[in-house]
């Protein structure tokens, strides 16, 4: 009975870790409600296997190393499932999110499942101590875990990295310019004149050369231009390629300049948009943590 308690034990804990980091919100990933049974059906999996780990061992049932090896797969394909969801959802998309975000948030959906089992591993490991109450000591530590889990593990964001702040924007004839970094090119006379009442643009400063070589990668900033305009609005439809928000960078100084004709032109939304955008956990640069590195930018 023990056995079958710590089990119970650590599938609920498992499952309430899981629901805990399971949410929706402007990113659309998982969307619901389809996508919160998909994904809660497999945490209660991994929680569940989580649980009866241990259990499995003691009784010496050393086949369960086996079962656990075939549910890394499985977890491992979910990566895939979300990816390949994600990439087929790029062609209605009317600013792209990226492969490299795409990639982050399939390696997220994954990881959080492995989370759902060492928390279930813990939970039902506490509860087979040979003590009263112990079932509900493991639920203790499950729960705890679970909340320290989500509270300590999270995508560092834009504004962890870099000053973000109001900037202008100026054309020089066709050429459209935010504080000398040159955005791009518009030909038409009545285009100009929309965005410069309609565009804004803001300034990404990063705070050192680690984050200045991160946000030089390409598909981080092509997030930030696809959380603004998903935050925001953008005011384009299929075809023109004039209202897309750009993302270019100086590559002197390592600033970043945002320019997006958003349907709700606010600037402090949009100020604090970019800074909730996450940073890529595969995009992401440190020069500094090498010799050479520092020698460099000094």
Request: no cysteine.
């Amino acid at each position: 009975m023990r056995e079958l308690a710590a089990i119970l034990a650590g599938t609920l804990a498992g499952s309430i870790a899981r629901l805990i980091m399971l949410r929706s919100d402007y990113r659309q990933y998982p969307s619901f409600p389809h996508g919160y049974v998909i994904h809660m059906s497999l945490g209660v999996i991994a929680a569940f296997i989580g649980a009866v780990a241990l259990p499995a061992l003691l009784a010496r049932r050393y086949d369960a190393a086996t079962f656990l090896a075939i549910a890394a797969q499985q977890f491992r394909e979910i990566r895939n499932m979300e990816r390949r969801s994600l990439e087929a959802m790029e062609e209605t998309e009317l600013v792209r999110r990226g492969s490299a975000y795409i990639e982050g948030i399939s390696r997220v959906f994954e990881a959080r499942n492995y989370l759902a089992m060492t928390v279930a591993l813990a939970a039902s490991s506490i509860s087979l101590l040979p003590f009263s109450h112990s079932v509900h000591l493991g639920m203790a530590v499950g729960l705890a875990a679970a909340f320290l889990m989500n509270k300590f593990i999270y995508w560092r964001s834009v504004g962890d990295l870099a000053v973000v702040r109001p900037a202008k924007i100026n054309f020089d004839g066709p050429t459209m310019e935010v504080e000398g970094i040159v955005i791009s090119n518009v030909g038409g006379e009545k285009t100009r004149e929309l965005l410069k009442k309609r565009a804004l643009a803001v300034i990404i400063e990063p705070k050192d050369d680690n984050a200045s070589a991160t946000l030089a990668n390409i598909g981080q900033r092509q997030a930030i231009a696809h959380d603004a305009a998903a935050v925001l609005g953008v005011t384009k439809d299929v075809g023109d390629p004039e209202f897309t928000p750009l993302v270019r960078r100086n590559i002197e100084t390592g600033r970043v300049a945002l320019v997006i004709t958003a349907v709700e032109p606010d600037m402090e939304s949009l100020l604090a948009a970019v800074r909730r955008v996450p940073i890529i956990e595969n995009v992401v640069r440190k020069p500094l943590d090498t010799k050479a590195g520092r020698k460099a930018s000094d």
